[in-house]
């Protein structure tokens, strides 16, 4: 079963993984009362309206977009909401736009340039084994990468009677081109996200872009989790 953006990150969250914060909203009324909420609750100045339905490549069909005060939250919750949203992961009729994700900004400017990264989590059917995908190529739809720049993604093969070690997650983190804070946060987030992935039943977690803030952060931006239909 596919779960929306805001159900998978509220999994994510749970188990400790940094995500990018939002609160849903069904009318472009709701959608201004989240923005004002959630820039108490952040500090956030500037509202990203994000499409929810069981689809990638919501940005390119014009399902994600900044808005940078609470009349655009209004304008752009009232186009997105009732669209019908069509992406290279939909049929040609798209579909249709009941709810929005009201999130926080966050590629605020700051000491260093931010980066955007791809990360999933599954189960390798040959060998029965979890593995953690990684490329330095996020943001991007990432069946792209392979076949342009396969050099570009990594795996990590997970033990089931060790888990996922120390030298693992610092080896992604240094993969991934991070040093300093960030390759600390980086080592964190992946504990997180595998604790997350081997804890709640799902078969697939797809995080692009996970991103490094400005700040070194680092967080899911987005999130495909897919719950195991047998679980
Ligand atoms: P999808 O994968 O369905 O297109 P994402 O949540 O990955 O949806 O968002 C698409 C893109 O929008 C991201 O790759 C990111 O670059 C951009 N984006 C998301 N949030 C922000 C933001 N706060 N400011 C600027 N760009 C953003
Ligand atoms: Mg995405």
């Not at 159900?7 to 994510?12: D, H, T």
């Not at 500037?46 to 339905?53: D, M, N, R």
């Not at 990360?119 to 060998?127: D, H």
Request: no cysteine; glycine share 10%; charged share 25%.
């Amino acid at each position: 079963m596919n779960l929306h953006e805001y159900q998978g990150k509220e999994i994510l969250s749970s188990f400790g993984v940094q995500v990018q914060r939002g609160i849903v909203a069904t009318t472009p009324e709701e959608a201004v009362e989240a923005a004002k909420k959630l820039t108490e609750q952040t500090g956030t100045g500037w509202h990203v309206i994000k499409a929810q339905v069981h689809a990638g490549g919501r940005g390119k069909g014009g399902g994600v977009k900044l808005a940078k005060n609470i009349n655009e939250v209004k304008d752009i919750a009232s186009q997105i909401i009732g669209m019908n949203l069509i992406t290279p992961q939909t049929s040609a009729e798209g579909k249709k736009v009941h709810q929005v994700l009201v999130a926080e900004d966050v590629y605020y400017p700051g000491e260093s340039e931010t980066s955007e990264f791809y990360m999933s989590v599954l189960l390798n059917r040959s060998t029965g084994k979890n593995m953690i995908m990684y490329s330095t190529e996020g943001g991007m739809d990432i069946e792209t990468v392979a076949e342009e720049t396969p050099h570009l993604i990594f795996t990590e093969e997970i033990d089931p009677g060790v888990g996922l070690t120390g030298f693992q997650a610092r080896r992604i983190a240094f993969n991934l081109g991070l040093e300093g804070k960030a390759f600390k946060e980086m080592t964190k987030f992946v504990f997180a996200l595998y604790k997350a992935y081997d804890q709640s039943d799902s078969s697939l977690f797809e995080i692009n872009p996970v991103l490094k803030t400005s700040d070194d952060k680092i967080i899911a931006v987005d999130a495909k989790v897919t719950l195991d239909d047998n679980a």
